[in-house]
């Protein structure tokens, strides 16, 4: 497993804002007495980052170029509908965790997770150089340890028949980040690039990363054997061309 | 709009630990200090009850009965295509906005939201007598209070063409509820119970509601015209009988 990093102030409040929120070793404490602590989307940004944008950032949307990356189990239904809840339990936590890592070893952040699928964000709130490609890094990283660890709970659990992978999907281009709700503080990103990394993700094999032209030519050479398709997506009226990675 | 009756204490922590935790008036003051708050799933509830799930219960996962709610707006993708993303994020804050509202005034959680969707949670941590009958009160609020307020939205933004709608799917039964990843501490429901409420969402049609015969048997009075369908769901091997109700 990738050893994090571990930044003594928030890469996020530093980036943002300039201004450098302790959230490792003493000078931590004080805020983490008033609820300022690390955030479940990246353990380098604070609290700040995940819940107050609107009054970080003094306005209730912007706009930012993102890679955008969507991921989930392949055959997760089918699966959970033949084995019990902790062996459904094991295979949700090696796959969350997994993806938590490779995406945060490129400083993207986890924004949302739900069920067997999440949706990361690279550029924000952390500035990436080359974000289209550190979030490849990450897919490529992901669908390697998810592979093998998949591999492994499998055999432990004794689960025969079925496959199980991930699928991934990625897009780069401008997004809206945001609060989209009035009760929900957790900001997120919206726009047709999240969509239509969403869609994808959902037309990714078990084992396979899709990404599109925006993502690919920041990384041809990590894409060694990318194979090259057209295909239609839901809700989308053209057709999209995109590169496809099997591990 | 429904007035939420504002709880002072945490009715999670009530219920499960008949620990009264402040979360309003003077005697919460303490408690905001060292980051207790009210939860964004359900203002009723505290952080306690979304972050410390494993530590409340000192076990890392529970099987409780619950109704699961997914909502979800129909042709986002391809209006979100066509309109800016200030009328996306206007168009996701009443769906957002109102879904919360409906079953939070059923005693319901909103435990996951994301883009255009969410999972809602009956009967934990908050124990709900009847949680089905309540979960599908909740189910027709939402549809009567969206296309409402979405047919309003779209005269102001001047959509035209594509029909803007909700899709909502509800089943009851045994799920497992826990921490699910190492990383992410709130907590989250899993199992049969929750994907097939998950699939049945994906198979409304805009203004439907689709539920199952576990949900429909404990509010028949409130289904009058409730179409009895069989219908086959991916990942399940078998078909599923369904009451489909209309807007």
Same sequence: chains 1, 2.
Avoid at 8 to 19: A, E, F, T, V
Wanted: charged share 20%; aromatic share 6%.
């Amino acid at each position: 497993m990738v050893e994090l990093d571990r930044s003594l102030i928030c890469k996020g409040c530093w980036s943002q804002m300039h201004m450098p929120i302790p959230i490792r070793g003493p000078l931590s404490l004080p805020f983490k007495l008033v609820g300022i602590t690390t955030s479940k989307m990246n353990p380098n940004i604070c609290t700040i980052c995940e819940r107050a944008f609107a009054r970080v950032k003094k306005t209730k949307q912007i706009t930012v170029q993102t890679t955008i990356l969507f991921a989930d189990i392949r055959g997760y239904t089918r699966l959970s509908e033949r084995v019990g809840a902790a062996e459904v339990a094991s295979l949700l936590s090696v796959f969350h965790d997994e993806c938590a890592t490779a995406i945060w070893a490129q400083d993207g952040i986890v924004n949302k997770a739900m069920g067997d699928g999440l949706m990361a964000i690279f550029n924000f709130p952390i500035p990436i150089d080359d974000h289209p490609r550190e979030a490849l890094v990450a897919a490529l990283s992901i669908q390697e340890q998810c592979t093998r660890n998949l591999a492994k709970l499998k055999d432990e659990l004794e689960l025969t028949g079925s496959e199980i992978g991930v699928g991934v999907g990625l897009h780069s281009g401008e997004v809206a980040i945001g609060e989209f709700s009035g009760f929900a503080t957790d900001f997120t990103a919206i726009g047709s690039v999240v969509n239509q990394a969403a869609r994808l993700e959902s037309s990714a094999a078990a084992g396979e990363i899709l990404m599109t032209e925006e993502v690919y030519r920041h990384a041809r050479d990590l894409c060694g054997a990318a194979e090259h398709r057209s295909i239609s997506i839901k809700g989308f009226s053209d057709a999209v061309d995109v590169f496809a990675l099997r591990n």
